[in-house]
Nanobody, 115 residues
Framework: QVQLVESGGGLVQAGGSLRLSCVASRNIFSLDPMGWYRQAPGKQRELVARIFSVGFIDYANSLKGRFTISRDNAKNTVYLQMNSLEPEDTGVYFC?????????WGQGTQVTVSS
């Protein structure tokens, strides 16, 4: 079992920045990959970014250059730095981790970008 706790969401104006954090309840070396997904109202959950233990990083094409994912193994934490936020980035952001064959999700953190 893995518990994931997100923080860092909030209300921000367009063009602003936020950094999301996801703390795992266990050592994240075995959580592969870890990442962030988001779900806007009325839409399906979609991948934002994910990071693998070997260092490979995968971003949604539309977000490259604005969002950066990173991990701190010593703190069991994955971060998502979000810059130049747009109203279209509004949604609930979920932390995800895979320990094959299981997937684990956090409770989500709300990000709201005002125009």
């Amino acid at each position: 079992q893995v518990q994931l706790v997100e923080s860092g969401g909030g209300l921000v104006q367009a063009g602003g920045s936020l950094r999301l954090s996801c703390v795992a309840s266990r050592n994240i070396f075995s959580l592969d990959p870890m990442g962030w997904y988001r779900q806007a109202p009325g839409k399906q959950r979609e991948l934002v970014a994910r990071i693998f233990s070997v260092g490979f990083i995968d971003y949604a094409n539309s977000l490259k250059g604005r969002f950066t994912i990173s991990r701190d193994n010593a703190k069991n934490t994955v971060y998502l730095q979000m810059n130049s936020l747009e109203p279209e980035d509004t949604g609930v952001y979920f932390c995800h981790a895979r320990v094959r064959p299981n997937d684990y999700w956090g409770q989500g953190t709300q990000v709201t970008v005002s125009s």
